[in-house]
């Protein structure tokens, strides 16, 4: 017979194969599978009280504690037990059935279980307490330190990311965990903001910081220095920074060297170079060294004066030469910078100036030595270094400004230019009468210097060599005077050329650098031995040229309105594995002065997947503005309606202008070739202006500018 399991107050039983009774002693019937039918039976008559109790508070306890355990084994150490005892406790079924449940129920089985269960669900929730207290265990204390967030600053700012290390110290720094700021917290980030010339936020956190009663020191000073020096508002930072230094004056403060190279460079950026020599005065008294890096902040100034800017930069490098400074890569591109930008003032002047024999013995002289920084062994370091005294700066800022000298006459050089103009008329051109004693004569033909007995027919070539003003020693014997310095190719000529140039940077151990090569590109003759070497030279140099370098050279045929010799530069850029740029089509664009021009390059670039920016309108609507060609200027502007590019202030002075009548222009009276469809143009324009959007100049410092700052009462966002 098989008796099927059943289930029993939550636990399993297994039954004999004969018809034994369930242990749980509960109501549930059994049944007999039999063939074709199945049949309801009673089980059979219950064991003794004692054993039934022995058993089942066995059977509970093994089955709480050993889960594992099989139940068979259980059912048969129950049917070991002794016969006579099992015999003693018979009773009737019939009478008895279901009356056991009711005369021992399981109530101290399912108190004990449910005890024991209840303590080791208390003990193992402690235990999961104890391990939850130790991974989530709360710090004492804030979670981040000053220090922590100084690091983060200054990674932010190292990726230039000035917005959010801002909003990271002032938001949650300041405001969420409420941190006492360092000195160090603001000085990190008055650096940031000097470097992007972020001026008005710089002294915010410099005034904030002397609220919270914090101690600047020399780095924060230097921070602020940089930032007047930076800031696209000249007059404001010069302002600020002279401030700033009377105030330093004041409290008796006094700069390192890197403090005042950082207020020289104010000077040099913000004010003229008069005041860079009384910084570089100041320098000197209190004793600092000046560098090599001293004298590239004088080139800067230089650089900012753009009528004598270049004759001032070649007196510098002089000095330079006299205390036996080595330039370095800066200060080479600073010379080539001055060259292409600013003049060489009057020829006379710096023919006196420039010309004049060297000293044979540099300035050795040294400071006091009893006010020289700095510990006994550095003073020894710095004992065989050529010093710069206070009398070498005023003898430099007088050769500089001689006009200021009340001794030194400034020359007529209308006078002078008349008296030579008329000895060359009277006199034949080989004739060296009125020469000097060496009977040698400067004559300026396209910027060379030649002698005068060749000077007739000469004029291809120089007989005689240029002088390469950067290097003291070169013999120039020949040479009187200068002539006429005007193109960044006569500059360049003083500097023994592109082949000079370079010879003096591989004596002082200088190699040059993709910079160095685009501004010898932009100094050199146009279509010059020298322009046509240049790639061969870099290549020499180990120098790969860039999409600027090719740029450049775009930009100067362009301006020469030779559009295809700039077009046959870009198969070049294609065999050095370059593409071009939206900068190379601007410059392009610049040579594109004939309207089938202009078209095909906007066609070219829509071909290529490049949208037309508004420098590229700006430059092809500066062609047609200079012929005067409506028709053209119609159709750019109609272009520019399509692609829907606003126009900036540049583009609206030019169309404003062409717009125009001339003065005293009577169109009836007399016919003009070039105003005949200005009338066309005119209507338009104005109309063109109704339906095209204004493009806003962003404000310089409106991307460093925090999201959640408030505006001024002006409305301005200023933090």
Same mark, same amino acid.
């Given at each position: 017979?098989?008796?099927?399991?059943?289930?029993?107050?939550?636990?399993?039983?297994?039954?004999?194969?004969?018809?034994?009774?369930?242990?749980?002693?509960?109501?549930?019937?059994?049944?007999?599978?039999?063939?074709?039918? *199945?049949?309801?039976?009673?089980?059979?008559?219950?064991? @003794?009280?004692?054993?039934?109790?022995?058993?089942?508070?066995?059977?509970?306890?093994?089955?709480? *504690?050993?889960?594992?355990?099989?139940?068979?084994?259980?059912?048969?150490?129950?049917?070991?037990?002794?016969?006579?005892?099992?015999?003693?406790?018979?009773?009737?079924?019939?009478?008895?059935?279901?009356?056991?449940?009711?005369?021992? #129920?399981?109530?101290?089985?399912?108190?004990?279980?449910?005890?024991?269960?209840?303590?080791?669900?208390?003990?193992?929730?402690?235990?999961?307490?104890?391990?939850?207290?130790?991974?989530?265990?709360?710090?004492?204390?804030?979670?981040?330190?000053?220090?922590?967030?100084?690091?983060?600053?200054?990674?932010?700012?190292?990726?230039?990311?000035?917005?959010?290390?801002?909003?990271?110290?002032?938001?949650?720094?300041?405001?969420?965990?409420?941190?006492?700021?360092?000195?160090?917290?603001?000085?990190?980030?008055?650096?940031?903001?000097?470097?992007?010339?972020?001026?008005?936020?710089?002294?915010?956190?410099?005034?904030?910081?002397?609220?919270?009663?914090?101690?600047?020191?020399?780095?924060?000073?230097?921070?602020?220095?940089?930032?007047?020096?930076?800031? #696209?508002?000249?007059?404001?930072?010069?302002?600020?920074?002279? *401030?700033?230094?009377?105030?330093?004056?004041?409290?008796?403060?006094?700069?390192?060297?890197?403090?005042?190279?950082?207020?020289?460079?104010?000077?040099?950026?913000?004010?003229?170079?008069?005041?860079?020599?009384?910084?570089?005065?100041?320098?000197?008294?209190?004793?600092?060294?000046?560098?090599?890096?001293?004298?590239?902040?004088?080139?800067?100034?230089?650089?900012?004066?753009?009528?004598?800017?270049?004759?001032?930069?070649?007196?510098?490098?002089?000095?330079?030469?006299?205390?036996?400074?080595?330039?370095?890569?800066?200060?080479?591109?600073?010379?080539?910078?001055?060259?292409?930008?600013?003049?060489?003032?009057?020829?006379?002047?710096?023919?006196?100036?420039?010309?004049?024999? =060297?000293?044979?013995?540099?300035?050795?002289?040294?400071?006091? #030595?009893?006010?020289?920084?700095?510990?006994? =062994?550095?003073?020894?370091?710095?004992?065989?270094?050529?010093?710069?005294?206070? =009398?070498?700066?005023?003898?430099?800022?007088?050769?500089?400004?001689?006009?200021?000298?009340?001794?030194?006459?400034?020359?007529?050089?209308?006078?002078?230019?008349?008296?030579?103009?008329?000895?060359?008329?009277?006199?034949?051109?080989?004739?060296?009468?009125?020469?000097?004693?060496?009977?040698?004569?400067?004559?300026?033909?396209?910027?060379?210097?030649?002698?005068?007995?060749?000077?007739?027919?000469?004029?291809?070539?120089?007989?005689?060599?240029?002088?390469?003003?950067?290097?003291?020693?070169?013999?120039?014997?020949?040479?009187?005077?200068?002539?006429?310095?005007?193109? #960044?190719?006569?500059?360049?000529?003083?500097?023994?050329?592109?082949?000079?140039?370079?010879?003096?940077?591989?004596?002082?151990?200088?190699?040059?650098?993709?910079?160095?090569?685009?501004?010898?590109?932009?100094?050199?003759?146009?279509?010059?031995?020298?322009?046509?070497?240049?790639?061969?030279?870099?290549?020499?140099?180990?120098?790969?040229?860039?999409?600027?370098?090719?740029?450049?050279?775009?930009?100067?045929?362009?301006?020469?309105?030779?559009?295809?010799?700039?077009?046959?530069?870009? @198969?070049?850029?294609?065999?050095?594995?370059?593409?071009?740029?939206?900068?190379?089509?601007?410059?392009?664009?610049?040579?594109?002065?004939?309207?089938?021009?202009?078209?095909?390059?906007?066609?070219?670039?829509?071909?290529?997947?490049?949208?037309?920016?508004?420098?590229?309108?700006?430059?092809?609507?500066?062609?047609?503005?200079?012929?005067?060609?409506?028709?053209?200027?119609?159709?750019?502007?109609?272009?520019?309606?399509?692609?829907?590019?606003?126009?900036?202030?540049?583009?609206?002075?030019?169309?404003?202008?062409?717009?125009?009548?001339?003065?005293?222009?009577?169109?009836?009276?007399?016919?003009?070739?070039?105003?005949? *469809?200005?009338?066309?143009?005119?209507?338009?324009?104005?109309?063109?202006?109704?339906?095209?959007?204004?493009?806003?100049?962003?404000?310089?410092?409106?991307?460093?500018?925090?999201?959640?700052?408030?505006?001024?009462?002006?409305?301005?966002?200023?933090?």
């Amino acid at each position: 017979m098989t008796v099927s399991p059943r289930m029993c107050r939550g636990f399993s039983a297994v039954f004999t194969q004969r018809g034994s009774v369930c242990p749980w002693l509960c109501s549930v019937h059994c049944f007999r599978d039999v063939p074709g039918r *199945k049949k309801w039976i009673r089980p059979p008559s219950p064991q @003794p009280t004692a054993l039934l109790n022995q058993r089942l508070i066995s059977t509970s306890l093994s089955v709480y *504690k050993l889960h594992n355990r099989d139940l068979e084994e259980m059912v048969r150490s129950s049917e070991a037990l002794s016969k006579d005892e099992e015999e003693e406790e018979k009773f009737d079924a019939d009478e008895s059935f279901g009356l056991l449940t009711q005369k021992y #129920p399981p109530k101290p089985f399912s108190q004990a279980a449910a005890a024991d269960f209840h303590t080791v669900r208390l003990q193992t929730k402690e235990e999961e307490e104890e391990d939850e207290e130790l991974e989530i265990k709360p710090r004492w204390g804030r979670r981040n330190t000053p220090y922590w967030y100084f690091l983060q600053c200054k990674a932010l700012i190292k990726k230039n990311k000035l917005v959010e290390a801002l909003e990271l110290f002032e938001v949650q720094m300041l405001k969420e965990e409420r941190l006492w700021p360092e000195e160090f917290n603001y000085t990190v980030l008055i650096g940031g903001c000097g470097r992007v010339g972020y001026l008005k936020k710089a002294f915010r956190l410099y005034n904030d910081m002397k609220k919270r009663d914090l101690t600047p020191t020399i780095a924060t000073y230097t921070a602020l220095f940089n930032a007047c020096a930076e800031t #696209p508002w000249k007059d404001s930072g010069l302002q600020s920074a002279l *401030k700033l230094r009377q105030e330093l004056i004041q409290k008796g403060i006094e700069l390192n060297p890197i403090a005042y190279r950082a207020l020289l460079k104010c000077c040099a950026l913000c004010s003229d170079l008069r005041m860079c020599l009384d910084i570089l005065k100041e320098m000197v008294e209190n004793g600092h060294q000046i560098t090599i890096d001293t004298f590239n902040i004088l080139l800067m100034g230089c650089i900012n004066d753009k009528e004598n800017g270049f004759r001032y930069a070649l007196q510098v490098w002089q000095q330079m030469a006299k205390l036996n400074l080595k330039p370095d890569l800066y200060t080479y591109n600073l010379m080539l910078t001055a060259a292409k930008y600013c003049g060489i003032g009057d020829s006379e002047v710096a023919s006196k100036l420039l010309l004049r024999p =060297s000293e044979k013995h540099p300035t050795h002289l040294r400071l006091n #030595p009893g006010r020289e920084p700095g510990t006994k =062994s550095q003073r020894k370091k710095r004992a065989n270094v050529p010093a710069l005294m206070v =009398s070498d700066v005023e003898a430099l800022e007088k050769n500089m400004f001689p006009g200021d000298n009340p001794k030194t006459e400034r020359p007529n050089r209308n006078r002078d230019d008349a008296k030579d103009s008329a000895k060359l008329k009277s006199s034949d051109p080989s004739d060296v009468s009125h020469c000097d004693t060496d009977g040698s004569l400067v004559i300026s033909h396209q910027h060379q210097l030649v002698p005068g007995s060749r000077a007739e027919n000469s004029f291809s070539e120089p007989a005689i060599p240029l002088p390469n003003l950067l290097d003291p020693q070169s013999p120039a014997p020949h040479v009187v005077s200068l002539g006429t310095v005007a193109t #960044p190719s006569d500059r360049l000529a003083l500097m023994g050329n592109m082949e000079g140039f370079l010879k003096k940077m591989k004596d002082d151990k200088v190699s040059g650098n993709i910079r160095t090569f685009i501004l010898l590109a932009e100094n050199v003759e146009l279509n010059s031995p020298s322009e046509s070497s240049l790639l061969a030279v870099m290549e020499e140099n180990n120098v790969k040229p860039d999409v600027a370098f090719f740029n450049t050279l775009i930009r100067k045929k362009s301006k020469k309105a030779d559009l295809e010799a700039a077009k046959s530069l870009l @198969p070049l850029m294609l065999q050095n594995g370059l593409s071009p740029d939206l900068y190379t089509f601007c410059n392009l664009a610049i040579a594109c002065r004939k309207y089938k021009e202009g078209m095909q390059l906007l066609s070219d670039m829509k071909r290529s997947g490049i949208k037309p920016n508004v420098q590229i309108y700006g430059a092809l609507i500066n062609a047609a503005v200079r012929r005067l060609n409506y028709t053209y200027l119609i159709e750019i502007l109609k272009d520019m309606s399509r692609n829907e590019v606003a126009p900036n202030e540049f583009i609206v002075n030019m169309l404003e202008f062409a717009a125009q009548y001339p003065p005293n222009y009577d169109q009836y009276q007399k016919k003009d070739h070039y105003l005949e *469809k200005i009338d066309g143009f005119r209507a338009f324009y104005f109309r063109w202006l109704k339906w095209m959007p204004g493009e806003e100049t962003p404000h310089p410092w409106a991307k460093y500018r925090c999201k959640k700052s408030a505006p001024d009462k002006d409305g301005t966002r200023l933090e």
